[in-house]
């Protein structure tokens, strides 16, 4: 045991002296090209381009931007895929140019390249962060076949207000969650070495608290303590950067009267100085100009100097610093060091990916034909669908169903294939319908022979018009069961999709009340990209599903959980409100002086409706039921410094196999600040076959107690800490010990 620990040490002290020898080699050679480079040349480096498209030619440039690439004007450029199209660009960037520097190319891989998987918010719901890194290392492998190096993903913002449309591309309202998924995806885009073949640049966005946007209005104002900004919404961001994040982007929004993409306490003293961030930070789409919107800036050379010196170092399509601040070093407004400084960062992602060396790697046409959309990939797209989708419901049983029912009815906007597009959510490059399997398709594939499936769109998602839900009930009548498939279109959600209701669209209700009075089991399956308030469907539908937005394979992965192929594991990584008026609503609250209590008027509490959500965080049902005892923490005392050791007995209460995410919450009682009432802090997701009981261990660690305290100083407080432990944020057992 002592000499493998040694030899583990050894070869870790090994691979340290290894990167810190490529580091500064590295270091060398940025120093070196930059002693040469010209201003203009520098300021190029710092500028990125967005490619043209249009029906002719996605993705592509103009002539003027190849010219300026010619000029060395261009360090990067934005939307050009193809391994062909950013191999042609490549060339002229390499052969054509006075230093030959290499471009790097950027795109908006999100949830996949052509694979497509679940939005990342239903990937958080798999609370399986090991199937996510996988999923990312896909993405990575497609979208590196396709010519692009960079990725703008994860989107690691918290967000506790579902209005907020981009809530679809991150992992919800809790830090612990979200820090461990933005984690997991930096590793799976990067790989163990960003030098290896098929790996991609990260990037970390919207630095930061862009989920915290005012009325969950997008590109809002944000205004919250220091303390709240440190605790819940940078946790993700820090993650990133430990986990080797190459980049991050700056947020549109402001945070206390200063914008983000003019931040220097952000984006230098926090990210640089307290995190040791070595990389380079890209501005949002013209988050650099609308500096002047902001008002911090008059004139467009003045939001460039702001940028730049707060911390901005490539400027995303606004074209400003390479314009602009040429002329603001030659009156002696900027210091020409810091523009060097810049470039430094970007220069040495650009030398750490191998780009200098081989400028080419993601260029290989025959890979790009060939690796997309492999079986395997739609293989594991599919299960990382099964296990994001979530059951809210499930009234006597009603799922699974049986294969051999004799007849089913889908009936909505989504059940056809009119909408299959839909089902994949906002940023994603589908390039037909058809490599979307829909939720018809998904279950004629599932059923027996001798099972009738029947169909009525019954309304269209969103319009007024096309209503038919006199003839959706004539055929639900005729049915033993009746599949409603509605929700969202995929362009309700993500960016600059803000919702000031969050009911179901159109003439959905109204179609699913008239389906619900015929008598016949219903069956709720919603595809949306955030909660939506479905108080009705709740008291009154017999089974709900949270589908989310499931990928390229919705259709097949709701008919495994459908039909009991897959027993649903999915858990909520965000709170579903009883209606809009309780938002901002999370698990992770304050008690306030006066905590609520229904039977007290004057505590903090609503006098039309209960304080509590319609599901809670970490919620999520299976067909088979877990139950947990022997909650032991491994000594009631414990000294400062010392990890907490707990075990639980996890049982499968149920007649079938299942999975269960066993949740880890604290609570600090009394610390020299108030507290959340409870915390996410741990999680395992476990298999268990029916009747298995197992013994979980977790572990709590320092850290996990800490908090800021009165002098915005992380310490832990000694004292007494509440424990818990169970299948959601609600309903575990608990236990104590005290901190010495």
Excluded at 197 to 219: R, T
Excluded at 449 to 456: E, H, M, R, V
Excluded at 526 to 546: C, H, K, M, Q, Y
């Amino acid at each position: 045991m002592i000499r493998a620990a040694l030899i583990l040490l050894i070869n870790l002290i090994l691979l340290r002296g290894i990167a810190d020898a490529q580091s500064r080699d590295i270091e060398k050679k940025v120093d070196s090209l930059l002693g040469i480079m010209t201003l203009q040349e520098k300021l190029g480096q710092l500028n990125q381009l967005g490619g043209i498209s249009d029906s002719a030619t996605p993705g592509r440039t103009s002539e003027e931007q190849v010219k300026m690439v010619r000029q060395g004007r261009v360090g990067s450029f934005l939307n050009v895929t193809g391994a062909a199209e950013t191999e042609r660009l490549q060339r002229v960037a390499v052969k054509e140019t006075r230093l030959g520097i290499p471009l790097l190319f950027g795109c908006d891989v999100i949830h996949g390249f052509k694979t497509i998987f679940p939005i990342p918010l239903a990937e958080a719901s798999t609370w399986n962060p090991e199937l996510i890194e996988r999923a990312e290392h896909i993405a990575a492998v497609e979208a590196s076949a396709g010519g692009i190096h960079w990725t703008f993903a994860p989107m690691v913002d918290i967000a506790r207000d579902p209005r907020w449309g981009r809530i679809a591309e991150g992992s919800g309202e809790d830090p612990f969650l979200g820090s461990v998924m933005a984690a997991a995806k930096v590793r799976g885009f990067q790989g163990k070495s960003i030098l290896e073949q098929g790996s991609i640049i990260a990037c970390a966005k919207h630095f930061a608290a862009y989920g915290g946007a005012e009325a969950g209005k997008d590109y809002n104002t944000v205004d919250m303590s220091e303390r709240t900004l440190r605790e819940i919404y940078l946790p993700p961001y820090k993650a990133a950067v430990d986990a080797g994040v190459w980049t991050l982007m700056s947020a549109f929004n402001e945070i206390g009267g200063v914008p983000c993409s003019g931040n220097q306490w952000l984006l230098t003293n926090v990210l640089r100085n307290e995190w040791g961030f070595k990389g380079f930070v890209v501005s949002d789409f013209e988050s650099v100009a609308e500096l002047m919107k902001h008002g911090v800036a008059s004139t467009r050379t003045d939001a460039g100097i702001l940028g730049l010196c707060a911390g901005v170092d490539m400027d995303m399509v606004d074209a400003i610093y390479v314009n602009e601040l040429v002329g603001a070093v030659r009156s002696q407004r900027l210091s020409e060091e810091m523009v060097n400084q810049a470039v430094r960062r970007v220069l040495r992602v650009k030398f750490a990916y191998g780009l200098f060396s081989a400028p080419y790697r993601n260029n290989d046409t025959l890979k790009e034909q060939t690796i997309m959309r492999a079986p395997e990939h739609l293989a594991l797209a599919r299960t990382v669908a099964q296990q994001s989708i979530i059951l809210l419901k499930n009234t006597k049983n009603v799922l699974p169903l049986g294969k051999t029912t004799k007849t089913v009815a889908l009936i909505g906007p989504f059940a056809g294939n009119e909408n299959r597009r839909e089902l994949i959510g906002s940023w994603a490059w589908v390039e037909k319908a058809e490599e979307v399997v829909s939720v018809i398709d998904g279950i004629k594939e599932k059923v027996s022979p001798g099972t009738k499936i029947l169909y009525a769109k019954g309304c269209e998602a969103v319009a007024d018009s096309g209503v038919e839900i006199e003839k959706a009930v004539r055929i639900a009548r005729q049915a033993d069961v009746v599949v409603a498939v509605l929700g969202e279109e995929s362009g309700m959600s993500g960016e600059a999709a803000s919702r000031s209701e969050l009911n179901l669209p159109g003439k959905q209700q109204e179609l699913l009340e008239a389906i619900c009075r015929i008598g016949k089991p219903v069956v709720l399956v919603i595809f949306n990209g955030r909660p939506l308030t479905i108080s009705w469907a709740a008291e009154n539908v017999d089974a709900i599903v949270e589908a989310w937005f499931p990928g390229v394979e919705a259709g097949n992965a709701l008919a495994d959980i459908l039909f009991g192929d897959v027993n649903p594991s999915g858990k909520l990584p965000v709170t579903f409100p009883r209606s809009v008026g309780q938002i901002p609503l999370y698990y992770n609250h304050k008690n306030t002086g006066r905590p609520c209590n229904d039977s007290d008027s004057f505590t903090s509490r609503y006098i039309d409706i209960p304080n509590t959500p319609l599901y809670p965080f970490g919620f999520g049902l299976s067909y088979t039921t877990f139950a947990y005892t022997n909650l032991t923490v491994s000594s009631p005392r414990f000294k400062q410094g010392q990890n907490i050791h707990i075990a639980v007995d996890v049982q499968n209460t149920g007649k079938l196999s299942g999975d269960e995410v066993v949740q880890l919450y604290i609570q600090d009682e009394v610390a020299s600040v108030t507290r959340p009432v409870k915390e996410l802090k741990g999680f395992k997701k476990i298999s268990l076959n029916a009747g298995e009981k197992k013994t979980i261990d977790l572990t709590v660690t320092p850290d996990d107690l800490s908090f800021y305290n009165l002098e915005m100083k992380k310490i832990v407080e000694p004292g007494i800490f509440k424990i818990f432990v169970g299948g959601s944020s609600i309903d575990a057992i608990s236990s104590q010990f005290t901190l010495e």
